[in-house]
Protein backbone atom coordinates (compact mmCIF):
# COMPACT_ATOMS: atom_id res chain seq x y z
CA UNK A 1 0.00 0.00 0.00
CA UNK A 2 1.21 3.41 -0.81
CA UNK A 3 2.23 5.62 1.88
CA UNK A 4 0.79 9.34 2.20
CA UNK A 5 2.92 12.02 3.09
CA UNK A 6 0.77 14.50 6.02
CA UNK A 7 1.46 17.46 4.37
CA UNK A 8 0.16 15.87 0.91
CA UNK A 9 -3.09 17.22 -0.99
CA UNK A 10 -5.91 14.33 -0.50
CA UNK A 11 -5.86 13.30 -3.96
CA UNK A 12 -1.91 11.73 -3.53
CA UNK A 13 -1.03 8.70 -5.27
CA UNK A 14 0.88 7.90 -2.83
CA UNK A 15 4.63 7.54 -2.27
CA UNK A 16 5.10 4.03 -4.04
CA UNK A 17 2.70 4.52 -6.95
CA UNK A 18 4.65 4.44 -10.19
CA UNK A 19 3.17 8.49 -10.67
CA UNK A 20 4.62 9.66 -7.62
CA UNK A 21 5.56 13.05 -8.21
CA UNK A 22 4.70 13.01 -11.93
CA UNK A 23 0.79 13.65 -12.01
CA UNK A 24 -1.05 17.37 -12.40
CA UNK A 25 -1.93 16.60 -8.84
CA UNK A 26 1.66 16.61 -7.60
CA UNK A 27 2.30 19.86 -9.06
CA UNK A 28 1.24 21.76 -6.15
CA UNK A 29 2.54 19.59 -3.76
CA UNK A 30 6.17 20.51 -1.67
CA UNK A 31 6.80 16.55 -2.02
CA UNK A 32 6.97 16.66 -5.73
CA UNK A 33 10.33 16.81 -6.87
CA UNK A 34 11.76 14.49 -4.06
CA UNK A 35 8.65 11.83 -5.05
CA UNK A 36 9.33 12.03 -8.30
CA UNK A 37 13.27 10.65 -7.72
CA UNK A 38 11.77 8.18 -5.75
CA UNK A 39 13.26 9.65 -2.07
CA UNK A 40 9.79 9.20 -0.26
CA UNK A 41 9.60 5.63 -0.93
CA UNK A 42 11.27 2.49 0.94
CA UNK A 43 14.49 1.72 -0.71
CA UNK A 44 15.95 -0.94 1.28
CA UNK A 45 19.55 -1.25 0.11
CA UNK A 46 19.53 3.22 0.64
CA UNK A 47 18.09 2.70 4.17
CA UNK A 48 20.55 -0.05 5.10
CA UNK A 49 23.78 2.06 3.56
CA UNK A 50 22.52 5.13 5.49
CA UNK A 51 22.01 3.06 9.08
CA UNK A 52 25.84 1.55 8.13
CA UNK A 53 27.33 4.87 8.04
CA UNK A 54 25.67 6.64 10.80
CA UNK A 55 25.69 3.50 13.17
CA UNK A 56 28.39 5.65 15.14
CA UNK A 57 26.23 8.64 15.56
CA UNK A 58 24.88 8.90 18.56
CA UNK A 59 22.36 12.14 18.13
CA UNK A 60 21.41 14.33 15.26
CA UNK A 61 20.52 18.14 15.17
CA UNK A 62 19.14 19.64 12.31
CA UNK A 63 19.68 23.31 12.86
CA UNK A 64 16.79 25.21 10.64
CA UNK A 65 14.44 28.22 10.04
CA UNK A 66 11.26 29.41 7.60
CA UNK A 67 13.70 32.53 6.73
CA UNK A 68 16.86 33.22 5.24
CA UNK A 69 19.64 35.66 6.91
CA UNK A 70 18.95 34.68 10.50
CA UNK A 71 22.10 33.05 11.19
CA UNK A 72 21.53 29.44 11.03
CA UNK A 73 25.03 28.52 9.44
CA UNK A 74 26.66 30.95 12.23
CA UNK A 75 24.91 28.66 14.78
CA UNK A 76 25.54 25.79 13.53
CA UNK A 77 29.11 26.59 13.76
CA UNK A 78 28.99 28.41 17.10
CA UNK A 79 27.52 25.32 18.22
CA UNK A 80 29.78 23.04 16.98
CA UNK A 81 33.04 24.69 18.50
CA UNK A 82 30.72 25.12 21.91
CA UNK A 83 30.33 21.30 22.02
CA UNK A 84 34.15 20.84 21.45
CA UNK A 85 34.85 22.70 24.84
CA UNK A 86 34.62 19.23 26.03
CA UNK A 87 36.94 17.08 24.42
CA UNK A 88 35.64 14.07 25.50
CA UNK A 89 32.95 14.83 22.40
CA UNK A 90 32.90 14.50 19.13
CA UNK A 91 30.92 16.66 16.86
CA UNK A 92 30.66 16.54 13.24
CA UNK A 93 28.98 19.04 10.52
CA UNK A 94 27.20 18.25 7.66
CA UNK A 95 26.14 21.26 5.64
CA UNK A 96 23.38 20.93 3.52
CA UNK A 97 22.81 24.65 2.25
CA UNK A 98 24.20 22.79 -1.30
CA UNK A 99 23.34 26.20 -3.26
CA UNK A 100 24.75 28.30 -0.60
CA UNK A 101 27.06 26.49 1.22
CA UNK A 102 28.89 28.54 3.73
CA UNK A 103 30.57 26.94 6.73
CA UNK A 104 33.77 26.45 5.27
CA UNK A 105 34.19 29.57 5.43
CA UNK A 106 32.80 30.12 8.59
CA UNK A 107 34.65 27.54 10.28
CA UNK A 108 38.33 28.66 8.58
CA UNK A 109 39.03 25.50 6.12
CA UNK A 110 37.60 27.15 2.82
CA UNK A 111 40.70 25.68 1.18
CA UNK A 112 40.74 22.49 2.34
CA UNK A 113 39.66 19.48 0.35
CA UNK A 114 38.05 16.10 1.38
CA UNK A 115 39.58 13.03 0.48
CA UNK A 116 37.60 9.88 -1.32
CA UNK A 117 38.27 6.64 -1.13
CA UNK A 118 36.37 3.30 -2.02
CA UNK A 119 34.60 3.22 1.45
CA UNK A 120 33.11 6.92 0.67
CA UNK A 121 34.42 10.70 1.77
CA UNK A 122 36.63 11.49 4.52
CA UNK A 123 35.38 14.89 6.43
CA UNK A 124 37.68 17.84 6.86
CA UNK A 125 39.39 18.17 10.12
CA UNK A 126 38.43 21.49 11.23
CA UNK A 127 39.75 20.63 15.34
CA UNK A 128 40.49 17.20 17.32
CA UNK A 129 37.33 16.51 17.54
CA UNK A 130 35.35 18.68 14.74
CA UNK A 131 35.00 17.52 11.19
CA UNK A 132 33.04 19.19 8.40
CA UNK A 133 31.29 17.84 5.29
CA UNK A 134 30.25 20.19 2.79
CA UNK A 135 28.93 20.43 -0.85
CA UNK A 136 31.41 23.86 -0.69
CA UNK A 137 34.80 21.09 -0.85
CA UNK A 138 33.59 19.66 -4.02
CA UNK A 139 33.56 22.61 -5.98
CA UNK A 140 35.86 24.17 -8.26
CA UNK A 141 36.08 27.64 -6.88
CA UNK A 142 34.23 29.48 -3.79
CA UNK A 143 32.25 31.38 -6.25
CA UNK A 144 31.14 28.39 -8.27
CA UNK A 145 27.23 28.44 -8.67
CA UNK A 146 24.87 25.94 -7.77
CA UNK A 147 21.44 26.13 -9.36
CA UNK A 148 20.33 22.33 -9.10
CA UNK A 149 16.47 21.23 -8.65
CA UNK A 150 15.22 18.99 -6.40
CA UNK A 151 16.66 15.75 -7.92
CA UNK A 152 19.93 16.30 -8.20
CA UNK A 153 20.08 18.14 -4.79
CA UNK A 154 18.48 14.96 -3.36
CA UNK A 155 20.89 12.82 -4.77
CA UNK A 156 23.65 14.85 -3.27
CA UNK A 157 22.39 14.50 0.15
CA UNK A 158 21.88 11.07 -0.09
CA UNK A 159 25.42 10.54 -1.07
CA UNK A 160 26.46 12.25 1.77
CA UNK A 161 24.21 10.13 4.55
CA UNK A 162 25.59 7.08 2.87
CA UNK A 163 29.37 7.85 2.21
CA UNK A 164 31.02 9.91 4.11
CA UNK A 165 32.69 7.93 6.70
CA UNK A 166 31.92 9.92 10.30
CA UNK A 167 32.87 7.11 12.39
CA UNK A 168 31.63 8.04 16.08
CA UNK A 169 30.26 11.27 17.06
CA UNK A 170 28.40 12.06 19.81
CA UNK A 171 26.98 15.15 18.04
CA UNK A 172 25.90 14.98 13.99
CA UNK A 173 24.73 19.25 13.44
CA UNK A 174 22.86 19.55 10.23
CA UNK A 175 22.72 23.08 8.76
CA UNK A 176 19.73 23.84 6.18
CA UNK A 177 18.60 26.07 3.80
CA UNK A 178 15.89 28.28 4.91
CA UNK A 179 12.56 27.36 4.22
CA UNK A 180 10.87 23.58 4.06
CA UNK A 181 12.64 22.06 0.96
CA UNK A 182 13.69 19.25 -0.97
CA UNK A 183 16.80 19.23 1.41
CA UNK A 184 14.54 19.07 4.97
CA UNK A 185 12.17 16.68 3.40
CA UNK A 186 14.97 14.39 2.37
CA UNK A 187 16.94 14.63 5.68
CA UNK A 188 13.69 13.92 7.41
CA UNK A 189 12.54 11.22 5.35
CA UNK A 190 15.67 9.29 5.90
CA UNK A 191 16.51 10.13 9.37
CA UNK A 192 12.66 9.04 10.51
CA UNK A 193 13.36 5.48 8.62
CA UNK A 194 16.46 4.26 10.90
CA UNK A 195 17.37 3.35 14.46
CA UNK A 196 18.99 7.12 15.48
CA UNK A 197 18.03 9.85 17.57
CA UNK A 198 17.38 13.11 16.28
CA UNK A 199 15.79 16.44 16.65
CA UNK A 200 15.68 20.38 15.63
CA UNK A 201 16.88 23.40 16.04
CA UNK A 202 14.41 26.49 15.09
CA UNK A 203 16.24 29.62 14.37
CA UNK A 204 14.50 33.24 14.27
CA UNK A 205 14.16 36.71 15.21
CA UNK A 206 12.44 38.25 18.19
CA UNK A 207 10.06 40.09 16.21
CA UNK A 208 6.38 39.48 16.50
CA UNK A 209 5.64 39.82 12.37
CA UNK A 210 8.00 36.60 12.44
CA UNK A 211 6.21 34.34 14.28
CA UNK A 212 4.27 32.85 11.01
CA UNK A 213 7.26 32.54 8.83
CA UNK A 214 9.08 30.73 12.17
CA UNK A 215 5.89 27.84 12.12
CA UNK A 216 5.87 27.43 8.89
CA UNK A 217 8.66 24.64 9.16
CA UNK A 218 7.73 23.36 12.10
Known amino acids: ?19 AGK ?23 DIE ?7 GVKNVCIIL ?11 TSNLAFELSQDKNLDIGVLDLDICGSSLPRYMGVQNCEV ?26 SPDQALIWNGN ?3 GMILSFLKQ ?18 DEHLSITNYLS ?7 AIVVTTPQVLEEPILLQPV
Do not use: H
Open 193 to 199: KININFG
Open 115 to 140: RRTVEGWTPVCVSDNISLMSVGFLLS
Open 49 to 55: DISKALK
Open 1 to 19: MSKVPVNAPSNCPGTNSTK
Open 164 to 181: VQWGSLDYLLIDTPPGTS
Open 65 to 75: SGKGGVGKSSI
Open 152 to 154: RKN
Open 23 to 45: TDMCKSCPNQSTCALGAMSDSKQ
